[in-house]
């Protein structure tokens, strides 16, 4: 019987054992769900570099209208663009990243502000609910009395 298949347990170890892998496109089952992005929250600011970008767009369009490679030839433009800047060429860029970057401090800082004060102001009403409840339970219990 050389050769032979064998059943024994060590045959069932090395078995591959089919799981119900996740589809692409579906999350796995095991995974939390995100949590709902705010829409009133201030958005990041653009770094030196997208700044620059925003710029560089505009210039490699007119350059270039029957642009064939579309975004990534842009990209690769600017990228190669910009590392070819020296830091005094570059400082325009970052000192107006810089200034958007202040003004985001700020608007986060009041977008905070303002979900403080909602959230106290849930808290409290939270609260009052929470007394009357405990005030009809008492009277409940002082009836049954």
Not at 79 to 90: N, P, Q, V
Not at 99 to 116: C, T, W
Request: hydrophobic share 25%.
């Amino acid at each position: 019987m050389k050769g032979g298949k064998s059943k024994s347990k060590a045959d069932s170890k090395l078995s591959v054992k089919k799981t119900d892998a996740p589809k692409k496109g579906k999350a796995a089952p095991s995974r939390k769900a995100k949590a709902a992005k705010d829409p009133n929250k201030p958005k990041r600011p653009p770094s030196a570099f997208f700044v620059f970008m925003e710029e560089f767009r505009e210039e490699f369009k007119r350059k270039n209208p029957n642009n064939k490679g579309g975004v990534a030839a842009m990209g690769k433009a600017g990228g190669d663009r910009w590392r070819s800047l020296s830091d005094a060429e570059k400082a325009p860029y970052v000192q107006k990243a810089e200034k958007r970057k202040l003004d985001y401090e700020k608007a986060v800082k009041a977008y905070n502000k303002k979900q403080a004060e909602g959230t106290k102001a849930e808290e409290e009403e939270g609260s009052e609910v929470h007394d009357e409840e405990d005030d009809d339970e008492g009277s409940e219990e002082d009836d049954e009395n």
